[in-house]
């Protein structure tokens, strides 16, 4: 449906966007995910039209965007400030984009009233934003991009400026709203919990590049790089040397690297990095019987810290290395200096394109 | 957005600083604001009288009134009065309205500028202030006489055979007061204009809004304050005014400022002068109530 085909944007002496290839297909729930200054929000803002790119082209549905001004496409979006109306009430912003495509007045107020009905806010047409609360706003930001049925609609943080302990509900608002509609949403956000849990693809953008596009299992599970390793989740990065039998030598850790798929792509002797998701790791006290695993090494516990369903343990390794472990709280935590073997299965190692 | 917080109470230990803050002020308005003020009115309420000084005031010996309210009536009746004022209210309402007109684009142009062009470009906006507020009237007479810059050029040009009549026209009197008054429009609509929030432009064209509709709908509306703060920051000195309309406009153009002048030094009619004041006073009072009231709707 959005198709960008080699987008590249400077500003200055920045790159924000590095000849970026995305598509995005219809009715789909897409999260770019990136840090501050990863080029996230310069994409948005081209694909809307308030910028324009140094070199590629954005095609919709076929036709280029690019020679379009903001106001002919057919695309909307929703800003991290939300950019209501201070002048209009709640009523009149929601029917700004409808009075500009200029329906008539029965339909309008017939949509505008739907509109509202969708995000739960009857009743409150003839308020104006600011006695609104900050949630309130956000559903009036959403009703007002979702009135004109944009075929696209972009999502500028559209969670970051709620509290933490809204952030859950609205979001599977967003993505109820998202499926009512079959508007294809494509969320800006640095937050990865809220791109895993929203989005049906993930891209992850690193300094104006996209590095991996993929469903959120699959982003989290095998990430490409050690950016969007440490991005997602914070999985332990492993270094070491490739054995001719394809496992990985890892003096850091003692012990010898066996993913699902032996390390092939590599020349023997050659450095490489893997990453380890912390909750696929088992813990086991000194004396116990480890379960058989492919995967095993022996460490002491130096840190514990109960976060609630999960506790996350430091263990420290004499090679070096210290690796994240998280389990539930509900097996009982080990006790700082404790002896302790680790284990985890093959397929829970991914080897790192760099 | 988040809520704003609610706001924080003011602590009221601070009343004595606070007092010591506004004490210079409150002074400073009671001696150079409301006593002259006050003295006006007393001078507007007494009777002419040929003597040092010209009139009697309104209250004798032992604080008898003897005073006359005849020179409130005189301006309330007397054509020639009521005339001049409602003159100087339009010449005042053309010359903010033109203002207006011309300092908008400016001001929204410098707004929109880089923000490392703002400040050179609002230097050039004050720049005529540099010069002598007369030197600068005086280059228009030099520019707009029969044998002036302006005629000579288009002599020279072929346009025209006879000097075309510009200096002591209402053109020229407007040319003035435009050129004197517009810095007074640009400064307060730039900084309604500085503060605005892109955003809001950039959603009302993202929602099918062509560029003249965004200002029509987005860009003015949400700029009134600083409309109607340029506006009366021209009007009011404006309807004032004499020297620019004396020196460049049409003599038979009598405006209140000039016509109070003639009262005051001329026919040394200082109750008749004094009541003028008073009157055009109260008149621009008025408006700047009413734009108080609505800045305060806006809250």
């Not at chain 1, 309130?136 to 999502?155: G, H, K, M, W």
């Not at chain 1, 109820?176 to 809220?194: I, K, S």
């Not at chain 1, 891209?203 to 982003?219: H, I, K, M, N, Y």
């Not at chain 1, 050690?226 to 490739?242: D, E, K, M, Y």
């Amino acid at each position: 449906m959005l198709r960008a085909e080699g987008v590249a944007k400077r500003f200055g002496a920045t790159m924000a966007l590095d000849g970026l290839d995305l598509e995005i297909a219809p009715g789909e729930f897409f999260a770019l995910l990136g840090g501050s200054g990863s080029g996230k929000t310069t994409l948005l803002r081209l694909i809307a039209g308030f910028e324009t790119p140094d070199a590629g082209r954005l095609l919709l549905e076929g036709r280029d965007l690019v020679p379009l001004p903001p106001h002919a496409r057919p695309v909307t979006m929703m800003f991290q400030s939300y950019a209501l109306f201070p002048h209009l009430t709640v009523s009149d912003n929601v029917a700004y984009g409808l009075r500009r495509a200029g329906v008539p007045r029965e339909e309008r107020r017939r949509r505008v009233a739907e509109a509202l009905a969708l995000v739960r806010l009857e009743g409150f047409g003839h308020r104006r934003p600011h006695q609104l609360s900050g949630g309130q706003r956000q559903r009036v930001a959403l009703a007002r991009s979702l009135v004109v049925r944009p075929r696209l609609l972009l999502l500028d943080e559209p969670l970051g400026a709620l509290d933490a302990s809204l952030r859950e509900a609205t979001g599977f608002e967003l993505r109820t709203l998202q499926r009512a509609t079959g508007a294809a949403f494509v969320m800006v956000t640095h937050d990865q919990t809220e791109a895993m849990a929203l989005a049906d693809r993930i891209g992850v953008l690193e300094r104006g590049r996209l590095v991996q596009v993929g469903p959120p299992t699959e982003v989290y599970e095998r990430p490409a790089t050690r950016f969007v390793a440490g991005f997602l989740g914070g999985a332990n990065l492993l270094s070491g040397v490739v054995r001719p039998d394809g496992g990985v030598d890892c003096a850091e850790v003692g012990c010898v690297l066996r993913a699902a798929v032996p390390v092939t792509a590599h020349p023997a002797g050659a450095a490489v990095t893997l990453a380890l998701r912390p909750e696929r790791i088992r813990m086991q006290a000194e004396g116990a019987q480890p379960p058989e695993e492919t995967n095993a090494a022996r460490g002491t516990v130096a840190e514990v810290a109960f976060r609630g369903e999960l506790s996350t343990a430091l263990v420290r390794f004499d090679g070096g290395a210290t690796l994240r472990v998280s389990r539930p709280s509900a097996e009982g935590a080990p006790e700082r200096g404790a002896q302790v073997t680790l284990t985890w299965p093959a397929e829970a190692l991914t080897v790192l394109a760099d | 957005m988040r809520d704003p917080a609610p706001s924080l109470p003011v602590p009221r230990r601070l009343a004595p600083r606070r007092l010591a803050i506004l004490l210079p002020a409150w002074a400073w308005l009671a001696l150079f604001v409301a006593a002259p003020a006050l003295v006006l009115l007393g001078i507007a309420l007494g009777h002419y009288d040929t003597g040092v000084p010209p009139f009697q005031p309104p209250f004798g010996p032992g604080g008898a009134w003897q005073g006359t309210f005849a020179n409130f009536v005189a301006i309330a009746t007397d054509p020639f009065y009521r005339d001049s004022f409602l003159r100087s209210l339009l010449v005042a309402f053309v010359t903010a309205s033109l203002c207006l007109l011309i300092g908008y684009p400016m001001a929204l142009a410098i707004a929109r500028a880089p923000e490392a062009r703002r400040t050179p470009l609002l230097l050039a906006v004050l720049l005529p202030f540099w010069t002598g507020f007369l030197i600068r009237v005086g280059a228009w007479i030099g520019l707009l006489r029969d044998e002036g810059w302006l005629n000579g050029v288009l002599r020279v040009l072929g346009v025209i055979e006879a000097p075309l009549p510009l200096l002591y026209t209402s053109l020229a009197m407007y040319v003035g007061m435009v050129h004197a008054y517009l810095p007074f429009a640009v400064l307060p609509l730039y900084a309604t204009l500085a503060r605005r929030d892109p955003a809001l432009e950039e959603a009302a064209a993202d929602l099918g809004a062509r560029p003249a509709v965004v200002f029509l709908t987005v860009t003015l509306p949400l700029s009134a304050p600083g409309v109607a703060a340029a506006f009366l920051l021209v009007f009011i000195p404006a309807a004032g005014e004499f020297v620019i309309p004396d020196l460049l406009g049409p003599p038979e153009a009598q405006l209140v400022g000039r016509v109070l002048w003639g009262e005051f030094f001329q026919n040394r009619d200082w109750p008749l002068a004094a009541a003028l004041a008073v009157v055009l006073l109260v008149v621009l009072i008025l408006p700047i109530r009413l734009f108080q009231r609505l800045e305060a709707e806006q809250r």
